[in-house]
């Protein structure tokens, strides 16, 4: 089973203790912010040789695999997806260099989330805003295609800020309308829960796994994750029947008042629903 977790969830400090851990559960695979992976480095997009092989290789101690990254625009200014053509110039340059960036480390999966960038403005019609967005997504697609990855487009509830792609069925119908093969949908179970869409899990399965690339197991607002291991183990295993191969990746944000705690509880939840999903009869 391929199971993996975001570095959001720790602080750079807590690098090895988390490493550790991961280790300990078995988990192989690691999804990168980069800068926090790179955190040491002047540009964590374009970290030098030196810089890179510092976090790499304590990834590789670790035996650890980067399967995919997030947080693709982060501490870019003035990038957006629909706020006119300076803008729009700047969210293609930023996502650019963070395609190059997962070519440059054979990372096989980007999710593109980053709510606020692509919000549609006011007076700006939802039929034009899909057009742009397809043409600028059919272009990044050539980008990830030429770098060996998937750009997976992340569905964000309007609680996080954003008034396009909000919810599992119109990401869908988004992706299916970029029609290329190197761009791609993120199941993101937290997203699903927020839409009160969970209950629907083995229907939008049913009819969308073969565009997925990539599985977050999350929560509400990124709170500690998988809560469920029936529904974690639920997942799993219709995506398993539908023929998905690709990473559960566990998504929350660090909880500095526990310390790891929460972290070694989630990845005994992980490990714990992937057995069980191996258990289900088919």
């Known amino acids: 089973m391929k199971l993996a977790v975001s570095n959001i969830a720790w602080a750079p400090a807590e690098r090895d203790l988390a490493y550790a851990l991961l280790a300990a559960h078995g988990v192989r695979g690691l999804e990168i912010a980069p800068a926090l992976f790179f955190d040491g480095a002047a540009d964590p997009f374009q970290p030098r040789h030196h810089e890179a092989e510092r976090a790499l290789a304590a990834a590789r101690v670790a035996n650890l695999e980067l399967v995919s990254m997030q947080s693709l625009l982060f501490n870019v200014e003035g990038a ?37 960038q692509r919000n549609i403005p006011d007076g700006m019609s939802a039929d034009v805003a899909e057009g742009i967005a397809v043409a600028t997504f059919r272009r990044l697609g050539d980008a990830a295609g030429r770098a060996g990855t998937k750009l997976g487009i992340e ?23 970029v029609d290329h093969a190197a761009v791609t ?3 993101d179970l937290g997203a699903m829960h927020m839409n009160d ?28 994750a998988p809560a469920s291991v029936a529904q974690a183990a ?25 310390g790891l705690a929460a972290l070694d509880q989630a990845l005994g939840r992980l490990v714990e629903a992937a057995m069980l999903a191996d258990e289900r009869p088919c």
């Open 80 to 116: 957006a997806l629909f706020q006119g053509a300076d803008a729009h110039d700047r969210f293609c340059s930023a996502m650019l260099r963070a395609i190059d960036l997962a070519g440059r480390f054979s990372i096989g999966n980007l999710v593109f989330g980053s709510p606020r």
């Open 155 to 177: 569905f964000n509830p309007s609680a996080y800020g954003t008034n396009f792609l909000n919810d599992v069925d119109s990401a869908a119908a988004f992706v299916a309308r």
């Open 185 to 187: 949908l993120i199941l």
């Open 197 to 224: 869409e969970f209950d629907r899990i083995d229907d939008v399965v049913a009819s969308h796994a073969g565009r997925i690339s990539h599985v977050h197991l999350s929560e509400p607002n990124l709170a500690p």
């Open 234 to 258: 639920q997942v799993i295993s219709v995506m398993t029947k539908a023929g998905y191969s690709g990473w559960y990746s566990i998504e929350m944000k660090p909880q500095p008042e526990h």
